[in-house]
C-alpha cells in the first residue's frame, strides 16, 4: 500500500489567513493525488484532482501543487466556511488511500 | 444530476456479512471511464477507501480487506452492490458510495460526487 502522510494533523486560522497543508507519499504517485474538503457530518466533497486542478465550481482561493512524492494545498486567504476537515488521497496505485487528514480550526 | 444512494442494514451482528447496495441515478456504468467506489469512515476518524468497480467491470479491493469484500455491479438497475463478510466491531462506520470520474487529459480519475453516506453498527 501506498501511505499518504498529511501535516499538521490539526491547524488553528483566522479568516482572511494564507494557510497550507502538506501531504507526502511513500512512494512517487506522479501526480496521481486529489484533495477533499469534509464538514462534520457531511460527505467529503472534492477541491482538486491531478495535484493542482480545479474542480468545477470550487472557488479559487484553493490552491493545490506538488508531484512524485510532496503535495501542498493551500487556502490563499481563508473564509468561514473554510474550516472543515481537509484529506488528501492517491489513485496511482489500483488500491486507493487516503491521508488521516487535516483539521482546520478557528483561531 | 449524479445522485447516489446506499441502503443497506443499520445493525449487524458481529461474525454476519453486511450487503451494502448503492442505487444511482444521472449516469451510466456502461460509460467509458466511469467508476463507482465504496468508502467508509469509522466515527471520528479518516476515511478508508474499501473497493472500486469500473465501466469495463475491472474491480480494486482494498488489500487488507480483500478476502472479506466482494462488488457487483447491475447495469440494467443502475447498482452496485458491496458485501462484506465476518463483521466486526471495528467495521462500525459510515458507508459511502461515490461516482468516479475520469479526466481523460491527463489520466486521473477521482471521485467526483459522494452519496450521504449510510451508518452501520455492529453490535451484538
Known amino acids: 500500500d501506498i501511505q499518504m502522510t498529511q501535516s499538521p494533523s490539526s491547524l488553528s486560522a483566522s479568516v482572511g489567513d494564507r494557510v497550507t497543508i502538506t501531504c507526502r507519499a511513500t512512494q512517487s504517485i506522479g501526480n496521481y493525488l486529489n484533495w477533499y474538503q469534509q464538514k462534520p457530518g457531511k460527505a467529503p466533497h472534492l477541491l482538486i484532482y491531478?495535484?493542482?486542478r480545479l474542480q468545477s465550481g470550487v472557488p479559487s482561493r484553493f490552491i493545490g501543487g506538488g508531484s512524485g512524492t510532496d503535495f501542498s494545498l493551500t487556502i490563499s486567504s481563508l473564509q468561514p466556511e473554510d474550516f472543515a476537515t481537509y484529506y488528501c488521497?492517491?489513485?496511482?496505485?489500483?488500491?486507493?488511500?487516503f491521508g488521516q487528514g487535516t483539521k482546520v480550526e478557528i483561531k | 444530476q449524479i445522485t447516489l444512494k446506499e441502503s443497506g442494514p443499520t445493525l449487524v451482528n458481529p461474525s454476519q456479512t453486511l450487503t451494502l447496495t448503492c442505487t444511482f441515478s444521472g449516469f451510466s456504468l456502461n460509460t467509458s471511464g466511469v467508476g463507482v467506489g465504496w468508502i467508509r469512515q469509522p466515527p471520528g476518524k479518516a476515511l478508508e477507501c474499501l473497493s472500486l468497480i469500473y465501466w469495463n467491470d475491472n474491480k480494486r479491493y482494498s488489500p487488507s480487506l480483500k478476502s472479506r469484500l466482494t462488488i457487483t455491479k447491475d447495469t440494467s438497475k443502475n447498482q452496485v452492490v458491496l458485501t462484506m463478510t465476518d463483521m466486526a466491531p471495528v467495521d462500525t462506520a459510515t458507508y459511502y458510495c461515490a461516482h468516479i470520474r475520469t479526466w481523460m487529459n491527463v489520466w486521473v480519475d477521482a471521485i467526483d460526487i459522494w452519496g450521504q453516506g449510510t451508518v452501520v453498527t455492529v453490535s451484538s
Open positions: 488521497q492517491q489513485s496511482s496505485s489500483p488500491s486507493w488511500t
Open positions: 491531478a495535484a493542482s
